[in-house]
């Protein structure tokens, strides 16, 4: 490319400020694709330390809390007909 065609490049692009909004461009999109990359790999299992495993962990507390809670639901009910029938 000979330097008449790049300035001719620049200038249709608005002249070096357009130059630079490309420059900008280049760069945020560097920054998004690396904040992405960064976003899928806490949302991928990794058996222990990402967000995605941290919910599991949460999701199987939770689940074992209902099965507890129903349990001593029943409990109750028991001990309130046994007391009703006494």
Do not use: C, W, Y
Not at 19 to 36: D, E
Not at 37 to 47: G, Q, V
């Amino acid at each position: 490319m000979k330097i008449h065609e790049i300035i001719d490049a620049i200038s249709s692009l608005g002249g070096f400020a357009g130059l630079a909004a490309i420059v900008t461009a280049l760069g945020a999109t560097r920054r998004m694709s690396n904040a992405s990359a960064k976003i899928t790999k806490e949302l991928s299992p990794n058996h222990g330390s990402s967000i995605k495993d941290a919910l599991q962990r949460i999701e199987e507390v939770q689940r074992d809390h209902g099965e507890r809670l129903h349990e001593l639901r029943k409990d109750v009910q028991t001990l309130q007909v046994k007391e009703l029938l006494s």
